[in-house]
Structure formats: C-alpha cells, structure tokens
C-alpha cells in the first residue's frame, strides 16, 4: 500500500501547467441532442465546464489515467454535486459517466498534496470557470448569443483578450450544415493557476472557426425535448 501511494504521487506531479476547457453549450445542444436533465439545471448565461487537463511541455496530451483512486459521486458533498450538474454537466452524456471518464484520465494526475482529492479537484476546477466568466467577456463587447447575428472571428478572440491575453488561449469551432459556430475555449494556466503563454502545440489547436462570420446560438430548451418540459420541472 504504501508503496503503491509513493507510485501515484510520483506520477501525479509530472506536469508543467493546466489547460482549462470550457464549451458553449448552446452549440453542444445544435450539434448533439443534449438529455432531458439539463431542463432546469444549466444556467443559459455561463459556458459548461469541459475539463482541467494537467499537461505537459513535451508532450501536450501527457500525463494520463494516473494512478488514483476510482472515481466515485459517493464522496462528494450533496452541494458540490449540484454545483456539478449545473456547470459541468455531460449535456448529452450522462453526467457522472462524463466527470468519472474527465477524473480518471486528468484529475487522477492532478496533485494539490490534500487529503480530499476528490472534492479539492472538482471544487478548484469550478472556482476557475467562474473566475475566468467569458460568458461576461463576450456580453461586455455586445457579444451575446443570437440566431440572427453573427460575429467576426477577431470581435470573439478580441473579447477574450480583454480577460486573458493574446496567445493564452485556443477558440474551437463546430459547423452543422455550413454554419461555424462557437464551441470550445482552452485556457492555459501556470501551475499558481495564473493566465500563461499556450505552448505551440496547443495554439495549433484552434481549429474549425476559419476567417468567416461565426455563430453563437443561444441555449434553451433542446427542441427534441420541448413537449416533455413541464413533464420534467
């Protein structure tokens, strides 16, 4: 046992920063078909939470599946689990399948040298969704979401530099049926979880937005769920 303990902590701590995902869920709900749970739950005014990835300079998609404890809802506190499921909900996965697959392969290397892994985890990885709001970046540049406007790629990044900085972020794109729309922000945070420099690599990953106008639709009630609304508040 206390061989396997010095085994975890070792790999835990071999990472150099974080990169903090965030997705539009107004996107993720046109793409997919988002489930019933999320009447009620999702707050139309916040991004969802996608992850907190330690990473690695040489290899950006390093460490993973650390050694760990298994995930378990069992050992978070009622509140927290409520916090979960309103901003970092699984859309349309289930939501404890999502942050069971999120902490096994990312939250298992994280190392914050606490007692209560689980719940230090998902607590400080909410903390920096509401610290870093780009709902509110955007909405102070008149950026807000609508099916009738669209915006320019340069209007988007420029909100987002207002919070961040010009290269500490990436913007990820979705298209359903010719439309671009505004999907995914990573954020790459020093290990005092301060705003850094993304490495190349990780710049390389915007992807999908192109020089054209992009979307970015509300969220509301997904349509293939409109009828069964009242049924689930």
Not at 11 to 26: F, H, I, M, R
Not at 147 to 157: A, M, P, R, V
């Given at each position: 046992m206390?061989?396997?303990?010095?085994?975890?902590v070792?790999s835990?701590?071999q990472?150099?920063?974080?990169?903090l995902?965030?997705?539009?869920?107004?996107?993720?709900?046109?793409?997919?078909?988002?489930?019933?749970?999320?009447?009620?739950?999702?707050?139309?005014?916040?991004?969802n939470?996608?992850g907190?990835?330690?990473?690695?300079f040489?290899?950006?998609m390093?460490?993973?599946?650390c050694?760990?404890?298994p995930f378990?809802k069992?050992?978070l506190?009622?509140?927290?689990?409520?916090?979960?499921?309103?901003?970092?909900?699984?859309?349309y996965?289930?939501?404890?399948?999502f942050?069971?697959?999120e902490?096994?392969?990312?939250?298992?290397?994280?190392?914050?040298?606490?007692?209560?892994i689980?719940?230090?985890?998902?607590?400080?990885?909410?903390?920096?969704?509401?610290?870093?709001?780009?709902y509110?970046?955007?909405?102070?540049?008149?950026?807000?979401?609508?099916?009738?406007?669209?915006?320019?790629?340069?209007?988007?990044?420029?909100?987002?530099?207002?919070?961040?900085?010009?290269?500490?972020?990436?913007?990820?794109?979705?298209?359903?049926?010719?439309?671009?729309?505004?999907?995914?922000?990573?954020?790459?945070?020093?290990?005092?979880?301060?705003p850094?420099?993304?490495p190349?690599?990780?710049?390389?990953?915007?992807?999908g937005?192109g020089?054209?106008?992009?979307?970015?639709?509300?969220f509301?009630?997904?349509?293939h769920?409109?009828?069964?609304?009242?049924?689930?508040?």
């Amino acid at each position: 046992m206390y061989i396997l303990l010095i085994l975890a902590v070792a790999s835990a701590t071999q990472y150099d920063y974080y990169k903090l995902s965030v997705e539009w869920q107004g996107t993720v709900c046109l793409i997919h078909k988002c489930q019933a749970n999320i009447v009620g739950l999702k707050d139309p005014r916040s991004f969802n939470l996608h992850g907190l990835w330690p990473s690695q300079f040489a290899d950006k998609m390093q460490p993973q599946n650390c050694p760990s404890p298994p995930f378990s809802k069992d050992e978070l506190p009622e509140d927290l689990q409520m916090d979960l499921q309103a901003m970092w909900n699984g859309l349309y996965a289930d939501t404890w399948d999502f942050l069971s697959h999120e902490w096994n392969r990312h939250g298992s290397c994280w190392d914050n040298h606490t007692n209560n892994i689980f719940s230090d985890f998902f607590t400080q990885t909410l903390n920096l969704s509401s610290r870093f709001n780009l709902y509110n970046a955007l909405q102070e540049r008149q950026i807000v979401p609508s099916y009738d406007t669209q915006y320019s790629l340069e209007d988007i990044l420029g909100a987002f530099r207002s919070t961040l900085a010009v290269n500490n972020f990436v913007v990820i794109c979705g298209s359903k049926s010719g439309v671009t729309y505004l999907q995914e922000i990573r954020i790459c945070l020093g290990l005092d979880y301060q705003p850094i420099e993304c490495p190349s690599e990780v710049l390389e990953e915007t992807d999908g937005c192109g020089d054209e106008l992009v979307s970015y639709p509300p969220f509301e009630v997904p349509r293939h769920l409109r009828g069964a609304a009242i049924a689930i508040h």
